[in-house]
């Protein structure tokens, strides 16, 4: 099956200890997308690549980065992760840009940090 | 700004009931707003957006601009509709939900 596959599912680790998540994607889509959702709100975003283009939301922390080094990977590296950092990552996908393009979405990692 | 709202965290019905899902939303320009599911242990995934004007699982939702709402509907909830319901609004490629609704429909 074709779809959005994110490693690990549960990620534990140090107050400062730079940490990497991992995406793939099977469909072959030309965007992907990176979100954190905090306990009981929204998933926001945070960045987003089409093709290999990056853009960042205005509101995403420096700390945060990502590398897209193919059409199927995705990573999303946080440098020095803080306690306020701890949450569910989601990775998505889109054939492309628009508003006509539905968003596919992998389980998440639940990031915790001690 | 875009912002979605969803003004119930938790929503309870009995099986057979209907149930209403709310959802408000300010944009300046002409949205395109969604509603996407979350089954337990499932990934979010869409389920039905305005423009289609279809109906998914029973459910519909019907654009209201003058009230800026894009409440779900469903006339009698069945049991597997238990799930997190997340309204959202996209302009290009971004997707700015609400902080959901957690439906649960009892036996």
């Known amino acids: 099956d074709a779809m959005v596959i994110q490693n690990p599912r549960y990620q534990v680790t140090q107050f400062g200890k730079p940490v990497t998540l991992s995406c793939s994607q099977t469909?072959?889509?030309?965007?992907m997308y990176w979100y954190q959702q905090k306990s009981s709100q929204a998933p926001k975003l945070l960045f987003h690549?089409?093709?290999?283009?990056?853009?960042n939301e205005a509101d995403t922390p420096d700390n945060f980065q990502s590398r897209r080094p193919n059409t199927s990977f995705c990573f999303l590296d946080i440098r020095s992760p803080g306690l306020g950092d701890a949450a569910m990552y989601l990775c998505?996908?889109?054939?492309?840009?628009?508003?006509?393009?539905?968003?596919?979405f992998g389980p998440g990692t639940r990031l915790t940090v001690t | 700004a875009q912002r979605v709202t969803q003004p119930e965290k938790l929503l309870s019905v009995f099986k057979g009931a209907p149930v209403e899902l709310k959802c408000n939303y300010s944009?300046?320009?002409?949205?395109?707003l969604f509603w996407y599911v979350q089954y337990s242990r499932q990934r979010l995934q869409l389920l039905l957006r305005?423009?289609s004007r279809e109906s998914i699982k029973g459910f519909t939702a019907d654009l209201n601009k003058g009230e800026t709402s894009f409440h779900l509907k469903k006339p009698f909830a069945q049991e597997e509709d238990s799930a997190m319901y997340y309204c959202?609004?996209?302009?290009?490629?971004?997707?700015?939900f609400g902080e959901g609704t957690q439906l649960t429909v009892n036996p």
């Open positions: 998505a996908t889109s054939r492309d840009l628009g508003q006509s393009y539905e968003q596919y």
């Open positions: 469909l072959n889509h030309n965007v």
């Open positions: 690549y089409y093709d290999k283009d990056f853009n």
């Open positions: 944009y300046s320009g002409s949205p395109e």
């Open positions: 305005h423009i």
């Open positions: 959202a609004l996209t302009s290009g490629s971004r997707l700015t």
